[in-house]
């Protein structure tokens, strides 16, 4: 189902990308219409394969009317076109949200008796489910047979959150946020192999956002950091099997990756006090958040007012600790470090000239360097920029989706996880 990831003449004609989306018959079926309006809004050619039960919890007509296209369920409909057949043919990527405990069942096991399962048989293109089911319906060994099947595959098989479920119960098996599942598939579309289970027992800490430091109740000194890319390393680095544990500041906003251990901070040494300590066991630790290099002294218990008296107050700055120099220091034998430069050039040097000299005096293993600026990688859906290391790599990234630059981060990290002597 994965072997080429060439674009096919059905996505020529077009002129969009073609994607099969399949929904199963699960409750979350109704989040598969969030899924649709976020892909055609972004430029896609969707068409919807539910199941027959998928019909229970979404009525045709409302696929039909967000994808334009009409809706079976059957291999006896269309039959002068193949449409089992073609479909999958034709795809450039084929998702299915939900996907049910039932339907992986199925898929694992060459199942063709509806237009779905026969649509994955004939795919070769890339293939992602979205597994939503109860807790002990995930975890059962059937269920986790058929994942590694589908795996082995080369079949995505994306993590599920956890979170609220069918009635009062909560736990894993939550479909992931319909955001993040389009994020996965544009990456996917972007690139085919970006999403390798070659992460398997790793452990990842990962810091995201801007912490703010306060001056009074009220106002805080911050930065312009989303979050964003931080939270691309989290999805990324979870799909291709890692333990994550994402040391978050101010990203209330963002869809939680599934699968991550979130741990919210605030203030700078909130996030170096978390982050060391999610450092005792991890292998790899990403610094991705922007740490604000200097805090108030004195926070003022009541609001600073404005006076003619005190019309320019004077607040004193002390430098917080370097947390990335800190991690260097105290590294577990054979752990990987990566660090975030925002940089601007000025009449010392250019970007890379200071990128260069950061990598030198932090002693991290790789450095991920962004040119900062106006319409320039904070609060931005895109990023580029360098990546760095301290064998001697400067591999630009050209511009693209977070999830893209995210996915070329984790490629260098794997590499230098299977040094050899890692750990010696």
């Known amino acids: ?190 690139r085919a192999d970006a999403l390798p289970r070659d992460l398997e027992g790793v452990h990842v800490v990962i810091s995201a956002g801007g912490t703010r430091e306060p001056l009074d109740p009220v106002r805080h000194l911050g930065n312009r950091s989303s979050g964003k890319q931080g939270y691309a390393l989290a999805r990324v680095a979870a799909q291709r099997g890692a333990r994550v544990t994402l040391v978050t500041a101010h990203t209330q906003a963002l869809a939680e990756p599934a699968g991550v251990d979130i741990r919210p901070v605030s203030t700078a040494a909130q996030l170096g006090e978390a982050v060391q300590d999610a450092a005792r066991t991890a292998d790899v630790i990403v610094m991705a958040a922007a740490v604000a290099d200097f805090r108030p002294a004195d926070t003022a218990d009541y609001k600073i007012k404005k006076s003619d008296d005190n019309p320019d107050p004077d607040i004193k700055l002390v430098r917080n600790p370097d947390i990335l120099a800190g991690l260097v220091r105290q590294r577990l034998p054979g752990q990987v470090i990566v660090g975030f430069a925002a940089e601007t050039g000025d009449a010392d040097g250019s970007v890379l000239d200071h990128a260069t000299a950061k990598l030198k005096r932090k002693g991290c293993d790789l450095l991920v360097v962004n040119a900062v600026g106006e319409g320039k990688a904070f609060e931005m859906e895109e990023n580029t920029g360098w990546l760095l290391s301290a064998e001697g790599l400067r591999e630009r990234i050209p511009l693209g989706a977070k999830a893209l630059l995210a996915a070329t981060v984790w490629d260098a990290v794997t590499g230098l996880l299977h040094r050899p002597g890692k750990g010696q």
């Open 1 to 190: 189902m994965t072997e080429s990831s060439q674009a096919v003449p059905g996505a020529q004609a077009t002129g969009k990308p073609r994607i099969v989306l399949g929904v199963g018959g699960g409750i979350a079926a109704y989040k598969a219409c969030e899924v649709l309006r976020g892909l055609t809004e972004t430029g896609h050619d969707v068409r919807v394969v539910p199941t027959e039960a998928a019909l229970n919890f979404v009525g045709a007509a409302t696929f039909e009317a967000l994808s334009g296209h009409p809706v079976h369920t059957g291999v006896f409909t269309e039959v002068p076109d193949v449409q089992h057949v073609r479909i999958g043919k034709e795809a450039d990527l084929v998702l299915v949200v939900p996907a049910t405990a039932d339907l992986l069942a199925r898929a694992a096991h060459g199942r063709a008796d509806d237009l779905l399962t026969s649509t994955l048989l004939t795919a070769r293109c890339p293939v992602a489910f979205f597994p939503a089911m109860h807790t002990e319906m995930w975890e059962h060994a059937a269920t986790r047979d058929n994942v590694a099947l589908l795996r082995s595959r080369g079949v995505l098989v994306a993590e599920p959150a956890a979170g609220r479920l069918t009635g009062a119960d909560t736990g894993k098996g939550r479909l992931a946020d319909p955001r993040e599942i389009v994020d996965i598939a544009r990456l996917l579309l972007a």
